[in-house]
């Protein structure tokens, strides 16, 4: 029997999840080329993109890293009462709410600084917390479902999870930010 350590078994258990998340990417691709107009009339949502998405999935990873190393040791039930299950939730989705609004006001300093801007601080801070709630909430809502997969179907979350997170949740950040620029601006 090949061991799960196997480099043969990490590329077949791998390479069909590597190859679904680039087609996924894609589609991030042409959200944002949809929306080009519309960052390009207001610079500052520019320079929050790439943050959006990366905090996103930083804020995923983050989760997927602590959730797998309570799998592994045994402890995650994933009950809805779970204590570890509930507490990392919360606190990834404090962290979001904490750290996007600063990212929001960063966002408009440094487009300010560099070439003006077009859009008031409370806009740009309003969209960064906006997106950064919502973003944490799916984060939380991917992150624990492709635990959750990856325990059901015998996959080593370690593997699995972070990948499926951080590709989602760069999908995500771009659709969610044009959604909620959609809705404030």
């Given at each position: ?14 390479l069909p999840v590597?190859?679904?998340?680039t087609v996924i ?102 969209v960064a917390l ?56």
């Amino acid at each position: 029997m090949e061991s799960r350590w196997h480099p043969w078994h990490i590329m077949r258990t791998m390479l069909p999840v590597l190859l679904v998340l680039t087609v996924i990417e894609l589609g991030s691709g042409l959200v944002l080329d949809s929306f080009e107009a519309t960052l390009l009339r207001y610079p500052s949502l520019l320079v929050l993109v790439p943050v959006t998405i990366g905090m996103a999935g930083n804020l995923g990873s983050i989760l997927a890293a602590r959730l797998s190393t309570v799998v592994h040791l045994g402890l995650l039930s994933f009950e809805p009462d779970d204590e570890l299950l509930v507490g990392n939730a919360v606190a990834t989705v404090a962290l979001a709410v904490t750290l996007f609004p600063v990212v929001g006001a960063g966002a408009w300093l440094i487009q300010t600084v560099v070439g003006g801007t077009a859009l008031p601080l409370h806009a740009v801070v309003a969209v960064a917390l906006a997106s950064g709630a919502v973003l944490a909430l799916l984060a939380v809502v991917v992150t624990l479902t492709a635990t959750y997969a990856a325990y059901r179907f015998g996959l080593d979350p370690d593997d699995v999870v972070i990948p499926v997170v951080t590709n989602v949740c760069d999908v995500l950040g771009v659709v969610v930010l044009v959604l909620v620029v959609r809705l404030l601006i």
